[in-house]
T-cell receptor, first 110, second 113 residues
Framework: KNEVEQSPQNLTAQEGEFITINCSYS?????LHWLQQHPGGGIVSLFM???GKKKHGRLIATINIQEKHSSLHITASHPRDSAVYIC????????????FGQGTRLTINP | EPEVTQTPSHQVTQMGQEVILRCVPI?????FYWYRQILGQKVEFLVS????????KSEIFDDQFSVERPDGSNFTLKIRSTKLEDSAMYFC???????????FGSGTRLTVV
C-alpha cells in the first residue's frame, strides 16, 4: 500500500472553478509538502505544512494531523494553474527523505 | 530568488557508460538531495547529503551510484555503469534545514540507449 495517496488522479475543470485536491497518508509525519510539476518536468515547492493552514495568493493548503489528511485548494482557477500537483511527506523520527504521492493532473479549460 | 541549477538539462548515453549529473545548490543550504522520476511514475528518493556525507539513502542507491560535493558548491551524482532502467528525470534539491521547504532544480533528463 502506498504511504501517500492522492485523489483525484485527474481533474478537469472550467476556468474560475474552485479546485480541491486531497492527500492522505498512513505514517507519522513531521511535515507535508505540496509541490507543482509543470509540463516540462520542473518541480516548484508551493507549501510546507506541519499543522493548520497556509495561504499564498489563490492557493490554500490545510492539514489535519489527527486524520492524516491534507487538502490543496485553488480559488478562481485559471488555465495557467494546469499542472501536476504532488503531495509529499517527511516522516517523523529524524527521516530526511520525502515520500511522494503519485500526483494529481489538473487541467483548467478556458 | 535563489535557484538550484542542474546541468545538463538532457543527456543521452550508451548503456554501460558512466554519467555525472551536476547540481549547484543554494549557497546557504545545508541539506542536499537527489530524487528521480521514471516517466509516468512518481518521484522517488535516492540520497540525502549533509555535513559532507551521505545521511540517508534508498534501496535504489546501490554501488552503481555515488555522490560528491567536490568543491563546496557543486553536488554531483555519478552513475557508474548505466542501465536502460536508469532512464529518468533526475532532480537535485536543497533545503536550509530539515524543517524548511525544499528548492528543486529543473532536472536532468537522462536517456540510456
Amino acid at each position: 500500500k502506498n504511504e501517500v495517496e492522492q485523489s483525484p488522479q485527474n481533474l478537469t475543470a472550467q476556468e474560475g472553478e474552485f479546485i480541491t485536491i486531497n492527500c492522505s497518508y498512513s505514517v507519522g509525519i513531521s511535515a507535508l509538502h505540496w509541490l507543482q510539476q509543470h509540463p516540462g518536468g520542473g518541480i516548484v515547492s508551493l507549501f510546507m505544512l506541519s499543522s493548520g493552514k497556509k495561504k499564498h495568493g489563490r492557493l490554500i493548503a490545510t492539514i489535519n494531523i489527527q486524520e492524516k489528511h491534507s487538502s490543496l485548494h485553488i480559488t478562481a482557477s485559471h488555465p495557467r494553474d494546469s499542472a501536476v500537483y504532488i503531495c509529499a511527506v517527511r516522516r517523523d523520527q529524524g527521516a530526511q527523505k520525502l515520500v511522494f504521492g503519485q500526483g494529481t493532473r489538473l487541467t483548467i479549460n478556458p | 530568488e535563489p535557484e538550484v541549477t542542474q546541468t545538463p538539462s538532457h543527456q543521452v548515453t550508451q548503456m554501460g557508460q558512466e554519467v555525472i549529473l551536476r547540481c549547484v545548490p543554494i549557497s546557504n543550504h545545508l541539506y542536499f538531495y537527489w530524487y528521480r522520476q521514471i516517466l509516468g511514475q512518481k518521484v522517488e528518493f535516492l540520497v540525502s547529503f549533509y555535513n559532507n556525507e551521505i545521511s540517508e539513502k534508498s534501496e535504489i542507491f546501490d554501488d552503481q551510484f555515488s555522490v560528491e560535493r567536490p568543491d563546496g558548491s557543486n553536488f554531483t551524482l555519478k552513475i557508474r555503469s548505466t542501465k536502460l532502467e536508469d532512464s529518468a528525470m533526475y532532480f537535485c534539491a536543497s533545503s536550509e534545514a530539515l524543517d524548511y521547504g525544499y528548492t528543486f532544480g529543473s532536472g536532468t533528463r537522462l536517456t540510456v540507449v
